[in-house]
Structure formats: structure tokens, C-alpha cells
């Protein structure tokens, strides 16, 4: 079973706004701190978004101001809202744990969804 199913993904002109959600087939989901990764053609998944299980966030430097990551355990998902998006924010957006693939039931990547932002 694929622990993570990522949506909200899509064509997007810069300056709009796209919400992303993921929802985790996984025990145990609102014990674990959670992350947004991205990942650049050709490039490693960089994450971009966290939030602990306490609800506390952090954000990359390119994303800060403009994304916001939340959670809602009682629906094991976790949301990105994504704001003021850039040409640059471009790439496909996968959930997973923080640190990722670490706990059992949560162990691989799900398919991601691709965000595209045109100039």
C-alpha cells in the first residue's frame, strides 16, 4: 500500500495560489513530524516544509512568507498551501515523514503531484 497519496497539484500562472493535500495510510500519523518535499528534474527531493506533531512549523528560505504547511490529524493529512507562486516553485511535490522513509508503514514515496507555474 502506498503510504502517502499527494493532490492539488497543477498549471498555475505566477503570482496565483495552488493548495496541495496528502493524505497518509499509515498507524500512528499524528505522532509524526511531517514534511513537503520537492523535487527539481534531475535533482535530489529538498524539503521545503515541515511541521512537528506539536503544530509547530518551519520553512526553506525560497518558500518562507509564501508557503503554508498544516496538518489535520483526525484526517491524516497535510496541507501546503502555496501563495504568490514562482516560475522557480516548478517541480513534482511528495509528503513523507521528517526524516523521510524512517518509520515502519511510512518507508517509501508516494507519486507526488506535479506543480507548474508558467511566467
Known amino acids: 500500500q502506498v503510504p502517502f497519496v499527494e493532490s492539488g497539484g497543477g498549471l498555475m500562472r505566477a503570482g496565483g495560489s495552488l493548495n496541495l493535500s496528502c493524505t497518509a495510510s499509515g498507524n500512528g500519523f499524528s505522532t509524526k513530524g511531517m514534511g513537503w518535499y520537492r523535487q527539481f528534474p534531475g535533482k535530489q527531493r529538498d524539503i521545503v516544509a515541515r511541521?512537528?506533531?506539536?503544530?509547530?512549523?518551519n520553512y526553506a528560505g525560497s518558500v518562507k512568507g509564501r508557503f503554508t504547511i498544516s496538518r489535520d490529524n483526525a484526517k491524516n493529512t497535510v496541507y501546503l498551501q502555496m501563495d504568490s507562486l514562482k516560475p522557480e516553485d516548478t517541480a513534482v511535490y511528495y509528503c513523507?515523514?521528517?526524516?523521510?522513509?524512517?518509520?515502519?508503514?511510512?518507508?517509501?514515496w508516494g507519486q507526488g503531484t506535479q506543480v507548474t507555474v508558467s511566467s
Open positions: 511541521i512537528t506533531k506539536e503544530g509547530s512549523t
Open positions: 513523507n515523514t521528517v526524516p523521510p522513509n524512517f518509520y515502519p508503514g511510512y518507508s517509501s
